[in-house]
């Protein structure tokens, strides 16, 4: 038997001893199995919700610890009795439901021990701080608070210690970050219905008791399905920035370009479009190899985007090819940026490996820009091949240039 195995089977001995062995229940019969039905009724029936939470990488499915009320009702064998009848249950529907449900029967055994040890200590911990917290204002209230975090962070101990048992947590800043998953607003409410939950049973107030399931049930029922629809926008972003984004450099790839060109295509904004080409960028690649050439394409990334404004957009629009769409600014304001651009470019290098030594490789690059007003789709796909026939006059002049067309003026010039 592994560890894993052990620690389960033992923190489940150890609470069915002391549930057997502490004491008889608290109540009545006939009252604490009405209480168990209706509390093995309505946590089952949340159970169906099939809310899942993130723990370390694992999903794992997410129910509120109705637990500590029946604990302080009627004591670790009530407590004990009620987690072997829901976790049972619940089991056994989500076997007879779901076909791709695989946990196996172990599993019960390791929710009953953890719950049921977290709960029966949380029993002990109110009869020894009740009289403490009597006299003060909202004391039974704030003792709720304490056992409520005192529960959570008993299960949460219990969870990663199963965790370390199975290596999903290896080391002792995973183990310290784990305690992240606690959402302050949760445990509240987690206080709170368990609060109201007890002080019902104490008086015998069924039907404010299954209000208060019926209440917490609808609730979560309202907002479950917002929360999962923002899982699933937050989802979709997430792969659409992936679909948009060029793998390699960071930068957003032509896709995207094309996206941005149909959306500004009805502004009718005037923006400058820069094509860029990294200079000789073969050579790069045949002296070193295409790792060095990749670094390379990293840096340019890197360094255009330090010369970006806020409204300004960068595409890796093909190979060493970058485009840019220069906005809020007028033609000569661009010409000033991009020669500014050019210079610092010639006094930058990049620093990477190549043979197991260090290089440094300095590089250059052409750029032309085309300045024009834009009216539709057509005239922005039309600009980018005017400023892409503007960077090749900037190779065929020498490299390391700018050329530039103010639509605006009908005029052209380079740099420098």
């Not at 008993?154 to 995973?174: G, V």
Request: glycine share 6%; proline share 2%; hydrophobic share 45%.
């Amino acid at each position: 038997m592994n560890k894993q195995n052990l620690h389960i089977f033992f923190l489940f001995f150890i609470s069915i001893y002391i549930a057997v062995f502490s004491q008889k229940l608290d109540v009545s019969t006939s009252h604490f199995l009405l209480a168990v039905g209706i509390f093995v009724f309505f946590s089952v029936v949340y159970s169906q919700q099939r809310i899942k939470i993130q723990y370390s990488g694992t999903e794992l499915d997410y129910a509120i610890n109705y637990g500590m009320a029946i604990a302080l009702f009627a004591g670790p064998l009530g407590v004990v009795i009620y987690e072997v009848s829901y976790q049972v249950l619940v089991h056994s529907i989500k076997k007879w439901r779901y076909p791709d449900y695989r946990k196996p029967f172990l599993y019960i055994f390791y929710n009953i021990s953890i719950y049921s040890f977290a709960n029966i200590t949380c029993y002990y911990l109110y009869g020894l701080f009740e009289p403490y917290f009597s006299n003060i204002p909202f004391g039974f209230w704030l003792l709720f608070a304490v056992l409520v975090f005192i529960t959570n962070f008993l299960t949460d101990t219990f969870i990663l210690t199963h965790f370390i048992f199975t290596q999903k947590i290896s080391n002792l800043k995973e183990a310290i970050h784990f305690y992240d998953n606690w959402n302050v607003l949760d445990l509240g409410k987690t206080g709170l219905i368990n609060g109201f939950l007890f002080i019902f049973l104490v008086e015998g107030q069924w039907e404010l008791l299954i209000g208060i399931f019926a209440l917490n049930y609808f609730v979560s029922q309202s907002i479950f399905p917002i929360i999962q629809n923002l899982k699933d926008k937050g989802d979709r972003d997430k792969y659409m920035e992936l679909a948009y984004r060029d793998a390699l450099t960071g930068a957003n790839n032509r896709a995207f370009m094309d996206l941005k060109m149909e959306e500004l295509s009805n502004k009718g904004e005037t923006f400058g479009i820069v094509v860029a080409d990294i200079d000789r960028f073969k050579t790069v690649n045949d002296t070193y190899n295409h790792a060095v050439g990749d670094e390379v394409l990293r840096h340019f990334t890197a360094f255009l985007k330090s010369h970006l404004r806020e409204d300004d957009l960068l595409f890796r629009s093909g190979g060493e090819e970058f485009t840019l769409f220069l906005r809020q600014s007028t033609f000569e304001e661009i010409c000033e940026r991009l020669e500014r651009l050019r210079i610092d470019l010639n006094d930058s290098y990049v620093v990477t490996d190549f043979n197991e030594e260090e290089v440094k490789i300095s590089y250059t690059a052409s750029f032309g820009l085309y300045y024009k007003k834009f009216n539709d789709h057509p005239s922005i796909e039309k600009g980018y091949i005017y400023a892409d026939n503007l960077l090749f006059k900037s190779k065929r002049s020498g490299r390391n240039r700018i050329t530039a067309e103010n639509n605006m003026e009908s005029n052209e010039f380079v740099h420098p």
